[in-house]
């Protein structure tokens, strides 16, 4: 080999990147050094709460509605005084001396053969569950003719049949857009946990650059950068500063660094990292703080000469100038960290196949990424490449995905098959859809996989309409609690072909009443069935026929239908409501639900609640991860701690098919 003398500039640059390093070598050593986990939280008021990220579940404190509320405008009534009602034969109701408008507690209750006058938004009287429409009425003196008969619940909201307390609406993670300040406000829920947003310090370098808005001048060049770094900052959850344009001058920009690494939990450059004369940006890294400069030059095309580096715990990274490779590596360096940081999931970027219809050629030695548009076609996507080169700010921004060429590749064929990353969030379906009955639990598991990054979303249409759900194959998962009437089982006789149950936990079932009721003081189950069986002015809150609850009511009952036992609610939530508000005096609910309430609680009987799963879908990831957890240790310590019961684990994770074809 000869040695000849070289340019001083050609010699620079071999200096300058001689420790080139690939892409995840580079990530790992620059990742080392930085905190992983999301910054603290804090509070701010629910109006300034748009776009933040919440830092925590947010389980709601209150019922919603918070009373058992008309729909119209009429008379709230006993349905069963109705019965036989018609515009040829109305039923006359004496009407009691009170005017329910929303905001007013009913003094007295609708007592058989009463109505009280009720305004849609009002609090439903103690005794009605129903209400009737004042148009399908007549008044006569002090008295109301009633023209149509009333099913129970007819025209009435329950308590909680919107939100359940306790039930958790928002989960940590979620960026909070106007949808989800509606939620917030709905269950009283102000100021809000959020994560802090980092702080981002910008600057631009270069003695060509000029602000936007100036006139243009011959030779300059606008700043670009830092308008889409700051954008792309705030996009990702995090807080930018623009802290100006500087010349290439080393003591200046060295001040500026030192300033900007004290105050601020990021510091991004733009410009003067290659060395070329004038670059010096990199130069004044290393002396802003310990370790310094971690990587300069990775084998990245765009995007070759980024420095990535840490001062004093503060990451600096001084991006390429040229505005594709800026923001490329900006997407591939940066961004992960403040998504983190921000408490966000990282980014998912969805990948297709599509045809390249051109040859594409590429640089031995560097990862290249060869940015595309998507065009539909009769054969399938075709993707035109769209570069014009790093130095381009066209190219991010017009480009629908890129397509990675690894480092030994040094030619794409065309018409070759390509996968491309599409740039931009990914809005699929989401990797846990859960249709059924709602539980503690169940939030529980859902946060947990949320913050394990799956995107999860949560319908709570009570078991029957999640066991229809998962036949119809329209949901990952059905949380159920169905009692079997013939068998007395739960959950399992009710599977048909296609669908296995994933055993979860059980819930005690047993009677409320509020505990300060004299007439339920020290009774046994016994003693309270006799006394709700005698005793008129006591009155029940019945659930919704195809419920467990409601099967194991009657069959604790027989043939006695103690008063209020039309009155159906959807969930355990709504009667626990409805006794603690006193429209009723007891029903039956879970114990967790009772305690909710601090109401009084006799047990009955265990219910189980398991997970109907479309076989289809068991090797979901959210279905997988749905069932490592329920056998994860800690998980289910948590899940005991909300009052469940977990049967012994189970070393058999497989889930369990139905047992007869068929079924109900
Ligand atoms: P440098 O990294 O300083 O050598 O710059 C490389 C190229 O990027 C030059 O053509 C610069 O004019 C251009 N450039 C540098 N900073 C910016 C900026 N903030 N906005 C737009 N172009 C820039
Ligand atoms: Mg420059």
């Known amino acids: 080999?000869?040695?000849?003398?070289?340019?001083?500039?050609?010699?620079?640059?071999?200096?300058?990147?001689?420790?080139?390093?690939?892409?995840?070598?580079?990530?790992?050593?620059?990742?080392?050094?930085?905190?992983?986990?999301?910054?603290?939280?804090?509070?701010?008021?629910?109006?300034?709460?748009?776009?933040?990220?919440?830092?925590?579940?947010?389980?709601?404190?209150?019922?919603?509605?918070?009373?058992?509320?008309?729909?119209?405008?009429?008379?709230?009534?006993?349905?069963?005084?109705?019965?036989?009602?018609?515009?040829?034969?109305?039923?006359?109701?004496?009407?009691?001396?009170?005017?329910?408008?929303?905001?007013?507690?009913?003094?007295?209750?609708?007592?058989?053969?009463?109505?009280?006058?009720?305004?849609?938004?009002?609090?439903?009287?103690?005794?009605?569950?129903?209400?009737?429409?004042?148009?399908?009425?007549?008044?006569?003196?002090?008295?109301?003719?009633?023209?149509?008969?009333?099913?129970?619940?007819?025209?009435?909201?329950?308590?909680?049949?919107?939100?359940?307390?306790?039930?958790?609406?928002?989960?940590?993670?979620?960026?909070?857009?106007?949808?989800?300040?509606?939620?917030?406000?709905?269950?009283?829920?102000?100021?809000?946990?959020?994560?802090?947003?980092?702080?981002?310090?910008?600057?631009?370098?270069?003695?060509?650059?000029?602000?936007?808005?100036?006139?243009?001048?011959?030779?300059?060049?606008?700043?670009?950068?830092?308008?889409?770094?700051?954008?792309?900052?705030?996009?990702?959850?995090?807080?930018?500063?623009?802290?100006?344009?500087?010349?290439?001058?080393?003591?200046?920009?060295?001040?500026?660094?030192?300033?900007?690494?004290?105050?601020?939990?990021?510091?991004?450059?733009?410009?003067?990292?290659?060395?070329?004369a004038g670059d010096v940006s990199h130069r004044v890294v290393n002396a802003a703080g310990a370790p310094g400069v971690l990587v300069h030059g990775v084998a990245l095309k765009p995007g070759k000469p980024i420095c990535l580096a840490v001062c004093d715990g503060c990451p600096v990274v001084v991006l390429p100038g040229f505005p594709t490779s800026a923001i490329f590596t900006f997407h591939e360096f940066v961004a992960p960290v403040i998504r983190r940081w921000s408490g966000r999931p990282p980014e998912r970027r969805e990948t297709l196949e599509a045809r390249l219809p051109v040859r594409a050629q590429s640089e031995i030695g560097r990862t290249e990424y060869l940015l595309v548009g998507l065009v539909e076609t009769d054969d399938g996507v075709a993707a035109y490449p769209t570069g014009k080169g790093s130095g381009a700010v066209t190219a991010f921004s017009q480009a629908d995905g890129f397509v990675t060429i690894d480092a030994m590749t040094g030619l794409l064929e065309a018409e070759s098959t390509v996968q491309v990353q599409c740039i931009g969030e990914r809005r699929g379906a989401a990797d846990l859809i859960a249709v059924g009955s709602h539980c503690v639990g169940l939030d529980l598991l859902l946060g947990r996989l949320s913050r394990d990054n799956l995107s999860v979303k949560a319908m709570h249409v009570g078991s029957t309409g999640g066991l229809v759900a998962a036949r119809r194959g329209e949901c990952d998962i059905a949380g159920i609690h169905l009692m079997d009437p013939d068998s007395g089982e739960y959950n399992r006789p009710l599977l048909t072909e296609g669908l296995c149950l994933v055993p979860g936990y059980r819930r005690m079932q047993g009677i409320v009443f509020r505990k300060d009721d004299p007439r339920f003081q020290g009774l046994g189950l016994d003693a309270i069935l006799r006394l709700v069986c005698r005793d008129p002015d006591c009155m029940m809150v019945n659930r919704n026929p195809g419920s467990g609850t409601r099967i194991l009511l009657n069959r604790l009952l027989g043939d006695n239908r103690p008063p209020g036992h039309s009155v159906q609610t959807k969930s355990h939530n709504a009667v626990a409501a409805a006794v603690a508000s006193g429209r009723a005096d007891w029903g039956m609910a879970i114990d967790v639900v009772a305690w909710k309430y601090d109401l009084g609680f006799v047990p009955v009987q265990e219910e189980h609640y398991d997970f109907v799963v479309p076989e289809g879908r068991l090797q979901r990831p959210g279905v997988r991860r749905l069932m490592e957890l329920l056998q994860d240790p800690q998980t289910r310590a948590d899940l005991a701690a909300l009052g469940l019961r977990l049967d012994p684990q189970e070393n058999d994770l497989e889930p369990v098919a139905p047992q007869r074809a068929g079924g109900v």
């Not at 209150?62 to 008309?70: I, K, N």
């Not at 009737?132 to 002090?142: A, K, Q, W």
């Not at 329950?158 to 300040?181: P, W, Y």
């Open 1 to 276: 080999m000869t040695t000849s003398k070289r340019h001083p500039i050609v010699e620079a640059r071999q200096e300058q990147f001689l420790n080139v390093l690939d892409r995840d070598a580079a990530h790992e050593r620059f990742e080392a050094h930085i905190d992983a986990a999301p910054l603290a939280a804090e509070h701010v008021p629910l109006d300034g709460a748009l776009e933040r990220t919440l830092a925590e579940d947010i389980a709601s404190a209150v019922d919603v509605p918070g009373f058992d509320r008309a729909n119209v405008d009429g008379f709230a009534i006993r349905s069963a005084d109705t019965e036989g009602a018609s515009a040829d034969a109305p039923v006359r109701l004496v009407l009691n001396d009170e005017v329910i408008t929303p905001g007013r507690n009913p003094a007295a209750a609708v007592e058989p053969g009463t109505a009280t006058v009720v305004a849609t938004g009002g609090m439903l009287p103690r005794g009605a569950d129903a209400v009737i429409l004042v148009e399908d009425t007549d008044l006569d003196g002090d008295e109301v003719l009633i023209y149509r008969s009333l099913a129970p619940g007819r025209f009435l909201t329950f308590a909680g049949a919107d939100i359940a307390r306790g039930e958790t609406v928002l989960f940590q993670g979620q960026v909070i857009g106007s949808r989800e300040i509606g939620v917030l406000a709905a269950i009283g829920m102000d100021p809000v946990p959020v994560v802090r947003r980092p702080r981002v310090a910008i600057l631009s370098t270069g003695d060509e650059l000029i602000a936007p808005g100036e006139p243009y001048r011959t030779g300059h060049i606008y700043d670009s950068n830092s308008h889409i770094l700051a954008a792309a900052v705030r996009e990702l959850g995090g807080d930018a500063a623009f802290l100006g344009i500087w010349p290439d001058d080393e003591a200046q920009l060295q001040k500026q660094l030192c300033a900007a690494v004290r105050a601020y939990d990021m510091v991004l450059l733009s410009g003067g990292t290659s060395k070329g």
